[in-house]
Each structure stands twice: as structure tokens, then as C-alpha cells.
């Protein structure tokens, strides 16, 4: 293989790994911030279901005193009538005992509809509460990945961009390297990767196929140092023959096997 697509191959593979601890970094805090809303929207609802629940007990406590009171008012009554001396007057207290007991039983029936409505809140306490301890724990983690990454990403990053730096001046050294190097530059700039590796006739980033005498060419070994564009995406493209061998590569051990020969050389 052409000696600088093979630098190129491990060039990418840290540029993608920088890429990588940088969206990081950036969306760690950002996590974090989300998680501090999710808490803080599950303090609101627990306080709003107490605050509710709250006000369901003073309203009954008022409802439980107006009972006791019009059933003192109907004893009272009751009494008068004892010394009344008129048909009219037992008439008048009889339909004043009548309205006094309707409005217990209108008292009673709105203080069972304010239990009914305390029972679905205190299902909204028990609900809130657990979310605000799942929230306070997922805010917990987030908080401590966050510090976790800011620390090993920003040590990653430092290792790699100085590793880098020493491929980029490497790959300078070499005659076609300052071509080559800003070639990939563009693309990577402009596409998000700048090599790819063709597989089974086709350009593993855009997925077009490679028409089959540039195939032929890519996998011989008589053009073996010439670098071999996609016709489709203008990525340099790159053939790994042990792909083809029994055992395939997972996904990125190519890469990472690339990186480890970049290291020894
Ligand atoms: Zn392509």
C-alpha cells in the first residue's frame, strides 16, 4: 500500500477519535443540564400534589366543622320545639331542622368527592416522589460522567492531537506527502472522513460501486502505490486483502491495527 494513504488511514483514525471525545465533552454538560430539568420539573409536580393534598385536608377540616355545627344548631332546635305554643312555629322550626339536615348531607357528600380527589393525589405524591428520586440519582451520574470526561477526554485529546502533530510532520517529509495531506484535508473538511476502505466492489462511505477495472487495479498488486480515488465521493480509497481471508476484521480493528503500525514505525 501507498506509504502515505497508510499514514493517512491511522490519521483518520485520530481524527475521528478527536472528533469523538470533542462531541464529548461538548454534550456531557449538556446531559447534565437536561437532567437538571428533569429534576427540577419532578420537585414542581411533587410539591404541586402536595400542595393539593394539603388543600383537600383544610377544606374537609372546614366542611367537618360546618357539620358539627348545623348538627348543634338541629339539637337546639329541637329544643325549642319542646316549648313551642304554636302549630306555625313547630312548622317553621320543623322546615329549619329539614334545610339544616339537607345541607349535612350535601357537607357530607362534598367532604367523600374531597377523599376521592386526596386518594389520586397521594397516587401523584407516591408517583413524584419516586421520579424525583430517579431524577436526583440520574442527575448524580450525570454530574459525575461529566467531571469523569472532562478529565480523561482532555488528557485523551492532548495525547492524541501531540501523536498527530508527529504524523502530520511525518507524512510532510514525504515527497507526494503536502499533496496528499491537503487533498485529505479538503475532503475530511468537507465530508467528514477523507479515506475509505472499498469492500466487496464498493466504497464503504458512499456505498457506490467501483467500476471493475479500477476494483482490478485497486486490488493488484502492479498499482500498489498509486492512491485510487472513489469516481462517486472523491474519498482516496484503500483495500485491506485480509479482509478477503477467512476471519474478517470486525468494524474499526482495521483502523485501530493501522494506528498500531503507525505507533511501531
Ligand atoms: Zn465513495
Given at each position: 500500500?501507498?506509504?502515505?494513504?497508510?499514514?493517512?488511514?491511522v490519521?483518520?483514525s485520530?481524527?475521528l477519535?478527536?472528533?469523538r471525545l470533542?462531541?464529548?465533552?461538548?454534550?456531557?454538560?449538556?446531559?447534565?443540564?437536561?437532567?437538571?430539568?428533569?429534576?427540577?420539573?419532578?420537585?414542581?409536580?411533587?410539591?404541586?400534589?402536595?400542595?393539593?393534598?394539603?388543600?383537600?385536608?383544610?377544606?374537609?377540616?372546614?366542611?367537618?366543622?360546618?357539620?358539627?355545627?348545623r348538627?348543634?344548631?338541629?339539637?337546639?332546635?329541637?329544643?325549642?320545639?319542646?316549648?313551642?305554643?304554636?302549630?306555625?312555629?313547630?312548622?317553621?322550626?320543623?322546615?329549619?331542622?329539614?334545610?339544616?339536615?339537607?345541607?349535612?348531607?350535601?357537607?357530607?357528600?362534598?367532604?367523600?368527592?374531597?377523599?376521592?380527589?386526596?386518594?389520586?393525589?397521594?397516587?401523584?405524591k407516591?408517583?413524584?416522589?419516586?421520579?424525583?428520586?430517579?431524577?436526583?440519582a440520574?442527575?448524580?451520574?450525570?454530574?459525575?460522567?461529566?467531571?469523569?470526561?472532562?478529565?480523561?477526554?482532555?488528557?485523551?485529546?492532548?495525547?492524541?492531537?501531540?501523536?498527530?502533530?508527529?504524523?502530520?510532520?511525518?507524512i510532510?517529509?514525504?515527497?507526494?506527502?503536502?499533496?496528499?495531506?491537503?487533498?485529505?484535508?479538503?475532503?475530511?473538511?468537507?465530508?467528514?472522513?477523507?479515506?475509505?476502505?472499498?469492500?466487496?466492489?464498493?466504497?464503504?462511505?458512499?456505498q457506490?460501486?467501483?467500476?471493475?477495472?479500477?476494483?482490478?487495479?485497486l486490488?493488484?498488486?502492479?498499482?500498489?502505490?498509486?492512491?485510487?480515488?472513489?469516481?462517486?465521493?472523491?474519498?482516496?480509497?484503500?483495500?485491506?486483502?485480509?479482509?478477503?481471508?477467512?476471519?474478517?476484521?470486525a468494524?474499526?480493528?482495521?483502523?485501530?491495527?493501522?494506528?498500531?503500525?503507525?505507533?511501531?514505525k
Amino acid at each position: 500500500m501507498n506509504q502515505d494513504l497508510e499514514h493517512l488511514i491511522v490519521l483518520q483514525s485520530q481524527d475521528l477519535e478527536l472528533k469523538r471525545l470533542r462531541q464529548e465533552l461538548t454534550d456531557a454538560p449538556l446531559r447534565v443540564a437536561a437532567a437538571q430539568t428533569a429534576r427540577a420539573k419532578a420537585e414542581v409536580a411533587l410539591a404541586a400534589a402536595k400542595t393539593a393534598l394539603q388543600k383537600e385536608e383544610v377544606l374537609r377540616r372546614s366542611q367537618q366543622s360546618d357539620v358539627t355545627d348545623r348538627h348543634g344548631k338541629i339539637a337546639r332546635l329541637r329544643k325549642q320545639m319542646e316549648t313551642a305554643t304554636s302549630a306555625a312555629q313547630i312548622t317553621a322550626l320543623e322546615h329549619e331542622i329539614k334545610f339544616a339536615e339537607g345541607a349535612i348531607e350535601k357537607l357530607e357528600d362534598e367532604e367523600l368527592a374531597s377523599m376521592e380527589r386526596s386518594e389520586k393525589h397521594e397516587a401523584e405524591k407516591a408517583q413524584f416522589t419516586a421520579l424525583l428520586e430517579k431524577t436526583t440519582a440520574t442527575l448524580e451520574a450525570e454530574r459525575a460522567r461529566n467531571a469523569n470526561i472532562t478529565k480523561e477526554n482532555t488528557a485523551a485529546i492532548a495525547g492524541i492531537e501531540a501523536e498527530r502533530k508527529a504524523l502530520r510532520a511525518l507524512i510532510v517529509e514525504s515527497e507526494t506527502g503536502e499533496a496528499v495531506l491537503s487533498n485529505y484535508d479538503r475532503i475530511s473538511k468537507a465530508k467528514g472522513t477523507g479515506v475509505s476502505e472499498a469492500l466487496d466492489h464498493k466504497c464503504s462511505a458512499c456505498q457506490m460501486l467501483v467500476r471493475p477495472q479500477r476494483w482490478n487495479d485497486l486490488t493488484g498488486r502492479e498499482h500498489d502505490a498509486v492512491i485510487f480515488t472513489c469516481e462517486t465521493c472523491g474519498r482516496m480509497l484503500y483495500w485491506d486483502p485480509r479482509r478477503d481471508s477467512p476471519g474478517s476484521f470486525a468494524a474499526g480493528e482495521r483502523l485501530e491495527k493501522a494506528r498500531l503500525m503507525g505507533q511501531q514505525k
